[in-house]
């Protein structure tokens, strides 16, 4: 985007502002901005590098207005935060080596599977037997979500609807407390592709410039309502929204 005209300035300053806001109720907001990078111009590889990129600012805007469902989360953070980061730099990692149509074929399985699995969890809860206070079960919930961090590293596509899908069934809270891990993990994740894209990979900055103020806006006020809302509302946005990514990116 080396002159981008008044009219492309203004689609992506308004769809940044409202990615960051879906990403932060329930995720997918990146599939909002992916087609619009398309849309103006750029090349797969350099659009899906460069959402990548400009979706930090809407998850930190997030991470802050979530610091009170944060708290008392402190070792739940700490061991997710750190393979999630793993996770992220080998789905990095994968996409500057591996050809794009390997992953790409079961990016829209993985989706709507994640969405489904949020929509069955009270059935699963209540199969299972159980309670939203027990202990998380790390033994099955940090490796699913350094599998969550790869594809997050290598595509980022509604990488929140897999997060809460995975989070709903595996550590045990109200969906409010884990939709705020939903946004932290989102940001580690997103962190480390800033970093190694922007060594490694082709970032258009200027479409980035143009995007990050407004997902920041629209993270910071999209956590605000995610955190209004009850949680049947909010799983059923996710479910919803997943479905519809799922079938974007079948159909891409």
């Known amino acids: 985007m080396s002159d981008p005209s008044v009219l492309q300035i203004v689609l992506l300053a308004a769809l940044g502002l409202l990615a960051g806001a879906v990403n932060a109720v329930a995720g997918g907001g990146s599939l909002i901005v992916f087609p619009a990078l398309l849309a103006v111009g750029l090349p797969p590889l350099p659009a899906n590098v460069t959402n990548s990129v400009a979706q930090w600012p809407g998850y930190a805007g997030s991470t802050v207005n979530a610091r ?13 935060g750190i393979v999630a980061a793993l996770g992220s730099a080998l789905g990095c990692g994968l996409l500057l080596i591996l050809p794009q149509s390997v992953f790409d074929a079961v990016v829209p399985v993985l989706v709507l599977l994640a969405s489904l699995t949020l929509g069955a969890q009270p059935w699963i809860k209540s199969w299972t037997g159980r309670s939203e ?7 099955v919930l940090l490796p699913t979500i350094f599998v969550a961090a790869v594809y997050g590293g290598y595509f980022g596509g509604a990488l929140g609807v897999v997060l809460i899908a995975v989070l709903s069934l595996l550590a045990h809270d109200t969906l409010q407390r884990l939709n705020a891990v939903k ?12 970093i190694l894209f922007a060594l490694f990979a082709p970032v258009d900055w200027l479409a ?11 993270g910071y006020l999209g956590m605000a309502v995610a955190k209004k809302m009850p949680d049947g509302v909010l ?18």
């Open 183 to 194: 946004v932290l993990l989102s940001l580690v994740t997103s962190t480390v592709t800033v």
């Open 208 to 218: 980035v410039l143009l995007l990050a103020p407004t997902t920041l806006l629209g």
């Open 133 to 139: 206070r027990t202990a998380d079960n790390p033994k």
């Open 68 to 80: 009170r469902e944060l708290r008392g989360q402190r070792q739940r953070l700490i061991s997710t």
């Open 235 to 252: 799983r059923w946005s996710v479910v919803v929204l997943g479905v519809a990514v799922a079938i974007y990116l079948w159909l891409r």
